[in-house]
């Protein structure tokens, strides 16, 4: 089973700031199976980016994704109030596994 | 609009079973996988398995292999998750999940469905 480990656990930021989120990978992951999930307290996750670098549907370009083989990264260039969220990386190898998690929250 | 809907929250004594269910709307129910994703409080989302709409096949993570059962009523585009032996640590929020095999992502989800376990 692959493992996702996210990092920082928590990031402390203001409006207005980039802000990077790293996933890596236990071994390699197919970067066409690497996504990138958004979810706010008491709501479901919300798809953000699929294939490690592409937006889903209705997504502002102020959210990337890079990355390939065991490092992945998020990028969220200039923090709007409604991006203050948990951030999810999650893979599709064998099977399916979700990484801890990344908490953007504001400073 | 495409959208799951699944039912409603459940309370449920150690030791039973609880089934939830999915309800696809907007889409070709029999064109996507349709997974369970479960979320303790507080922590990470935690993948349980899939079911092939179109031929009821399924594939289930280790950890629950010997206690869930995913199935679907084709007629009605629902998925179901039974999960039994209940104990205090399956209290959680459950999603059901749409795997668009395009994306390689889950690109829709159910609101969630809690389901509490108490003695």
């Known amino acids: 089973e692959i493992v996702l480990t996210q990092s920082p656990g928590t990031l402390s930021l203001s409006p207005g700031e980039r802000a990077t989120l790293s996933c890596r990978a236990s071994?390699?992951?197919?970067?066409?199976?690497l996504a990138w999930y958004q979810q706010k307290p008491g709501q479901a996750p919300r798809l953000l980016i699929y294939g490690a670098s592409s937006r889903a549907t209705g997504i502002p370009d102020r959210f990337s994704g890079s990355g390939s083989g065991t490092d992945f990264t998020l990028t969220i260039s200039r923090l709007e109030p409604e991006d203050f969220a948990v951030y999810y990386c999650?893979?599709?190898?064998?099977?399916?596994?979700f990484g801890p998690g990344t908490k953007v929250d504001i400073k | 609009q495409m959208q799951l809907v699944q039912s409603g929250a459940e309370v449920k004594k150690t030791g039973s079973s609880v089934k939830v269910s999915c309800k696809a709307s907007?889409?070709?129910?029999?064109?996507?996988?349709l997974h369970w994703v479960r979320q303790a409080p507080g922590q990470a989302l935690e993948w349980m398995g899939w079911i092939t709409p179109f031929n009821g096949n399924t594939n289930y993570a280790q950890k629950f292999q010997d206690r869930v059962t995913i199935t679907r009523d084709r007629s009605m585009s629902t998925a179901y998750m039974e999960l039994s032996s209940l104990r205090s640590e399956d209290t959680a929020m459950y999603y059901c999940?749409?795997?668009?095999?395009?994306?390689?992502?889950?690109?829709?989800w159910g609101q969630g469905t809690m389901v509490t376990v108490s003695s």
């Open positions: 907007g889409y070709t129910f029999t064109y996507r996988y």
């Open positions: 071994q390699s992951v197919s970067s066409s199976y």
């Open positions: 999650q893979q599709y190898g064998s099977l399916f596994t």
């Open positions: 999940a749409r795997w668009n095999t395009a994306t390689g992502a889950f690109d829709i």
